[in-house]
Structure formats: structure tokens, C-alpha cells
RNA sequence: GGGCGCGUAGCUCAGCUGGUUAGAGCACCUCCCUUACAAGGAGGGGGUCGGGAGUUCGAGUCUCUCCGCGCCCACCA
């Protein structure tokens, strides 16, 4: 066939193809199609935030070949892509980038533009400003992303797009808010919140994580006020003395027989000099410190824990700055407000150690701090530990963890042992879902507050914005029935200050991409949808998120397979560095280096859930076989069209087929299964013997024009690629173009009947289960043995061969005697039964 | 502390409901410039399946236990 290249070569068809499949919309969705007839995907939108890495191309390739077989199997598949550019890491990173921080207290700069080099203090922009700043980071960033996954072949629609922050997110996140609170699941609270002091923000329970970091035990010694021990010291240890002065009461376990006498009477803490009750709880540890803990607000969860249990009273230290407030707590005697007057102000830090002079100085130090490395609470990107304060936040009130647990198990997962995260995760779960975050880069609360005549805003009567107003910013528009200048006016309003986290909007990403509030029709036809492809950390997050918000809202699941996705490290087993440009694996220098089929068969080598590592010999393999199939291909087509009604007869043909058969109903089983590695490895070793073995039995039969041979090589060939055709996008479609009409990826999903119709199969193994290709191919091997023993080239000839063996294996090769003798030059052929093996004895022309 | 996963040739991995001498690719060694491919081809050596115990006629495959690695969760005094 004349379009067949001379010189086939993979280099450059990365940037052919995606601009042909562009021009043709080769993955245009079909919104015509009804909900049956598609297949939907979740696709997660990556932070554009973070740097790209390998990592990424690993799992979202994994979603493109489960996506592109469902399309070849004649689903409609719906594959959208967002950008998560929305919330705290977005702020984090612009931050960093550009050396700039916002104070809403500024006015906007039309002008403003940040120095080409961060510079060392942050630069004060307005918000506005700051606004503008993240999403002009954020969308070069987003162009970055765009062209790894286009030249990486993903099949995404293009014109399915989204941004988490964009107009119409922030509208279907706005308008879910409002659901929420008309349904009542959302509810607005003084609480005491995890706040992360760097960035001065609130911080979820699904956004902590543990660090171990040093510390140190400092025995304290408290006085016992009243009961009849009176007087006598009380031994306390803490790692964060500094908390002291908000100390509100000491616990021990109600088992405790060291201090049951003690329960109901009073201590005094040092230095500060407050009278505090001795109470018992049954989450106080006997076996830690002394086995009688300080209870502060707030200094660790557990603390929020007894004080809302035990009813204890507020004294609050620590500011949202992370200092210690000016005003002394309430409690302390004139001793211990001269003393709180030391470290008003401070750090956490800083009090810390004024703290331990202090007590050290009143002789209430008991010996040294004895230092610890101990668990203590971060956000998960943040490098200060979390403190707790009280403040106003809006939470999501969860479904009960029955009917969590319940969506669970009706999710199928994939691999299914992940659901157990899942669970771990609802059961853990403690408290609501604090939505709220005092940031800027977010999705504003679409509210409002009346102000009374005092000016103070009237937090128990939000004015909700109306649907057909979104999205709003409460900070620039106004509510309805008041005048832009009322705003912060007694008798007018005050808008919401604050963003909602970033999952608030993420849990929504099906409700987004399939535009349930703008198109209903388009909704109807995708959700819920067939397949969320994630990352496995993030289940307590996105996955658990989106969950609950489809629960509320459509008292369904929002999908109906989750595919988990492992990790990927590098070839040290540790995980892969971030960063980017000149690592060794920033994904365009991989791609560069080796092409995108051969990363996407690395990629495929990653089964749902299993880690991956980071693996040149992999890469490399990958290419080997793109280019084999390149070379492959040509000589196949070399030969000539067969005649239109030629058929395959030869048994050799037939046995070739079944076996090809065989293996697409492998394929086609592990997909449906989401096994893409194993159709890849039952597919690939096909595709080596057809090479080594079967085009070389076939040759002679191939150049003579042989219709049989001529019909198989092609039938054998239009099905490998499109067996492959979901791994290697690129080449096949390269080969597919050769010889076919429009393209491999809208072509259908080869069946068994194509290729081995039953009449065929019967023919093909007729000899006691030995097919005739097995067995062909076998003597072959022996053949080519010989010649590589005697150190002679494959083309050496042959003078005799005698083949011993059962006779069913010899029968078999008899129906290929001509294939035999032929591929090994072969000028006597001989065989000899009996033997219970196959043997070949070889005589070689000198 | 609880849970999940993993531990098979130097490396990356297959080995389904237990059953003949444990497989593949890469790497390594030897050979072959053969008219699809030398960024190729043909062949070869190499593992007692993390340790131990048990069930069984028989275990890489089931049970228990220990060791190592990774991750998730957990109330940080």
C-alpha cells in the first residue's frame, strides 16, 4: 500500500496526531446519546498548584486507556478535565512565587506588578490584586498542564473544560450552598477551630497531618487549694507550659486510684495563681506524664474534648496570629496577671520559654525539661503547628455513618480493599465539616449579615443570596433590598467575610462538569457517572466529599466505580521528587526522550491501587515496542492486499486466529474488570511470537501471495492495534492511517467471532489439544537452537531434520510442513514417533 | 496503638478457586549484519517464592506467628 512510510519512526507523531485529532474532534462528546449509551468520568482536576511530575502522567494515563476502551466498545464517552486552581495551595504557591501577601485592608492597584524575583519580605497587595495575581499563575500553570495531557494523548474532550475557581464553579458551589442550607445541613457556629497561624485560616480535619517534631516534658508542680490535702504539692506534666495561664481544670482517669481522692476538690496553677477543679475523664491516660493532665483552651483536640464534656469555662490565650493575647485571661490573682503581663503579646514560642523561667524562678520546676519527638498536629502543606481558637465557621452537618458507610459499600471499588479507607475514615470522623476558611482565593459564602443600629453584624440572621444572582461576592455585591452604600453601616449590611475550603467545590466536581445547574439535559445524560479515577489520599478528602454532597442532594451515589490509583516512586523506592524543569523525571524530558507510548506503557504496567515505580527499563521497553509495532506493520502490509473474498484455511492460519481469539476475550474480560495491565500483558507476548515466530513460519507463503497467509496477516494485524490501540494511541493510530479509513480510536473494540469464527477453531486444533502453531513454532525454536549453537547464521540451511515426538504433535506439524521447512531452510524434513517429547535432530550443510 | 497493602531471579513484575521440572521483560553471557526492524534477531546461565510452624497425598498459592517496607487511621498531657 502506497502510504506506508520507507522509514517508519515514532519521533514527531505526538504533535501530528493531537493536532489531527483536534481539527477532527476525534473525542468530541456526543451529548445526543442517553445515559446508557455513556460512559462518564469524574476526571479529578489536578492542582494546578503543584509542579508536574511523572507521577502524574502515571495516573491519569491510566484513566485515558480505561476511557478508551469503553469508547471503542461504542460508549459515548463523556471525559471533561478541570483545573483545581481554587484555595489555600493555590494562595500558598502564589505566595512563595511571587513574594507577595494580601491585606484586604489595601486598596486596589491597577497597576501593580510583582518584581520579576520574589523578593525577601512579601510585597502587601489589596485583595483584589492578590486575586488577580493567582489566576494569572494559576493559568499558566493550566496551559502546562493542557499541553502534557495533549501530548500524552489523553482523550479528553477539550471542550469539556473547567477551572474550580471559574464563574460557573463558583456558581454551582454557591447554588450547593444554598441547597445545603435550605435543607438544613448547613449551620453557622462559635467553635473552637484548628487554625493554622501562618496563613491565618481555619483548617479541616481532612486537611491535618501528623509530624513528629521535638518537645519536652516539663514537670510542673500545681497546689492543691482544697480537701483535706490542702497545701501539698501536685505534679503535672505538660509539653506546652506556655498554655499555663488558659489551664481551666487538671484530669485524671475516674480509675485513677492516685487521684480519686482528689475529684471535686481544687488546685492552683503556678505562677499564674488560678483556682482550677481536679475532674476526672475517662480519655485521661494513666500511663502518660504523671497521669494528671492540664486542661487549656486550647491546646490539642482532646482539650476541646473534656471542655465541651466536662462544661468547662473559656480561657483562651492564643490568638489567630499565633501570639498570646494582650488581655490576661480571666481566673488569674494579681501575681499571675503581672506574670501573664511577661508574655502578653509573645509568640507561642517565645511564651514558652518566658513560661519555664517563670517557673523555674518561683520553684515550680520540677528538675529539667526532659525533650520527646512527639506527634503533633500540622496542615498538611503548613510548617507551624496547628493552635486551636474559637471562632465563627460554617459546617456541613454529616449524614449519619450508617448511611456513609452504606454508599461505601454500594461504590464499587477498584481494587476493592481500598473501601476499608473509606471506612476507617467515616468511622474516625469527629465533629461536622468545617467549610470555612478566612482566605481570599476561594469561593465566597453567597451571604450576608443585617447590621443593627450599633453596627454590629446580626450573625444568627444571614441574608441569603437568591439563585439568580449567582455567583456573588459578598465583599463587592450587595444583598437585595438595601443600596450599595449601607455596606458596613448601622441599619445596613456586612457581606461574609470568608471562603469556603476548597472541597466544598470539589465535592461538586460532577455537579460541575456536568453542568447540573445550567443544563439539566447534559446532567441527566452523564450522572451519575461510571468511573472517579483518584489518588487513594485523598479519599477521606475529594472522594468521602463528593459522597456526601451527592447523598444530600440526589440520595444516590455520584459514581459508580471509584478506580485508586498507587503512588509512584522512583527507582530508590522513595518518593518522586517535586521538582520540576531538569529532574530526571520532569515528564517532558520523558516524553521527549522516549515518546508518549512508551510512558503510557509504563504507566499501564500499574495496576488500580499498586504502586508504581519509576522505571527507565520500562520506558524503554515501551518504545521497543512502539517502534516493533512500526516495523512490524510494514512488513505485514508489504505484501499486499489479499483478494476480498480470500479467507484464512491453512491450519496454521486458523490455529494462529483461535489463539488471537483467545486473546481478546482475555483483554475484553480484564477491562470490563478495570484490568487494563493484565489486556496489556496478555496482548503484548501475542504480539512478539505473530512477530518472531508466525511471521517468519509464514513468509514464503506471504511473498507467493498466499491468500490465506495474506487474509490472517491482516485480520491478525487490524486486531493488535486495536488491542494496543488504548495503551499506544500514537502509533497505532500512525499504522491504522497507513491502510484504514478515519480512525483507530472510533473504531470497535475487536470481538473473537472477527477473528476466529467457530468453524475455524475447530479446524485449528484438531491434534489431542497440540496446536499446530505451538507445535511449528516449537520445531522452529529447535531449528534456530541448532543454528545458534553451531554459531551459524539464521539463514543457514538446513540438509536434514528429524522430529520425534507423539504422534498427535507430529500430526500437527504436518499440517504445517511447508511452514517448517521453509522458515528454517530446511531440506529434509523427517518425522518419528514414539517419543514422548519433542525432539529435533538438526544436520546443518557445512 | 488499630487497619490495609506489599515482600517471587540483580531490577520491574505475572503466577485464577492449592497439583506436572516456578514464568515474562530488562540486565548479564554467547552467537548471528537474515532483503520489516542492529534503537534488530537467535540462544544461554540465573530464583527452593522474607523467616518459622502448621493444614494437606501435595503450598509461591490456605492458617498461625515473626521480620522488613509502604500507606491510611488514631485523644499531641
Known sequence: MSNVPDKPSIEGIEQRWRERWAADGTYRFDRTKTRDEIYAIDTPPPTVSGTLHIGHCCSFTHTDI?????????????????????????????QLM????????????????????????????????????????????????FELWSTLGLSVDWTQT????????????????????????VYRADSPTLWDVDMRTAVAQAELADKEVAGAYHRMRFALATGDRAGEPLYIETTRPELLAACVAVVAHPDDARYQPLFGTEAITPVFNARVPIVAHELADPEKGSGIAMICTFGDTTDVTWWRELSLPVRVIVEKDGRLSSQAPAGLDEAGRGAYGEIAGRTVKQAQRRVVELLREAGCLDGEPRPITHPVKFWENGTKPLEIVTNRQWFIRYPPKEDLLARGRELTWRPDFMRVRYENWVNGLIGDWNITRQRFFGVPFPVWYPVDEDGNAIHDQPILAAADQLPVDPSSDGPDGYEADQRDKPGGFTGDPDVMDTWATSSLT????????????????????????????????????????????????????????????????????????????????VITEFGSDAVRYWAAGGRPGMDVAFDRNQLKVGRRLSIKLLNASKFVLSFGEPDPTAAPSQPLDLALLARLGDVIDEATAAFESYDYTKALERTEPFFWSFCDDYVELVKSRAYGGDASALATLRTTLSTLLRLFAPFLPYVTEEVWSWWQDGSVHQSSWPERAEVAPESAESAAAPHDGFDVFDVAAAVLADIRKAKTAAKKSLRADVERAVVHGPEAQLAALEAARSDVTEAGRVAELVTEPGSPELTVDVLLVD
Not at 66 to 93: H, I, Q, S
Not at 162 to 185: D, K, N, P, V
Request: charged letters at 25%.
Open 66 to 94: 480505561v476511557a478508551r476502551f469503553w469508547r471503542m466498545r461504542g460508549k459515548e464517552v463523556f471525559y471533561p478535565m478541570g483545573w483545581d486552581d481554587n484555595g489555600l495551595n493555590t494562595e500558598r504557591r502564589v
Open 162 to 185: 473547567y477551572t474550580t475557581i471559574g464563574e460557573h464553579a463558583r456558581r454551582t458551589s454557591q447554588y450547593g450552598f444554598l441547597r445545603l442550607h435550605e435543607q438544613g445541613h
Open 98 to 145: 511571587l513574594g507577595i501577601a494580601c491585606d484586604p485592608s489595601l486598596p486596589y492597584d491597577p497597576d501593580f506588578e510583582p518584581p520579576a524575583a520574589p523578593p525577601k519580605d512579601p510585597i502587601h497587595v489589596s485583595r483584589p490584586n492578590f486575586v488577580e495575581l493567582c489566576a494569572r499563575i494559576t493559568e499558566q500553570l493550566e496551559e502546562a498542564y
Open 510 to 589: 460532577p455537579q460541575i462538569a456536568g453542568h447540573w445547574i445550567d443544563d439539566p439535559d447534559l446532567f441527566e445524560r452523564v450522572f451519575p457517572m461510571d468511573l472517579r479515577p483518584q489518588a487513594h489520599e485523598i479519599i477521606r478528602t475529594w472522594l468521602f466529599s463528593t459522597v456526601v454532597r451527592s447523598h444530600f442532594e440526589f440520595d444516590s451515589l455520584p459514581f459508580a466505580n471509584a478506580a485508586i490509583s498507587g503512588f509512584v516512586f522512583d527507582p530508590d523506592r522513595k518518593k518522586l521528587s517535586k521538582s520540576a524543569g531538569n529532574s530526571p523525571d520532569d515528564p517532558n524530558a
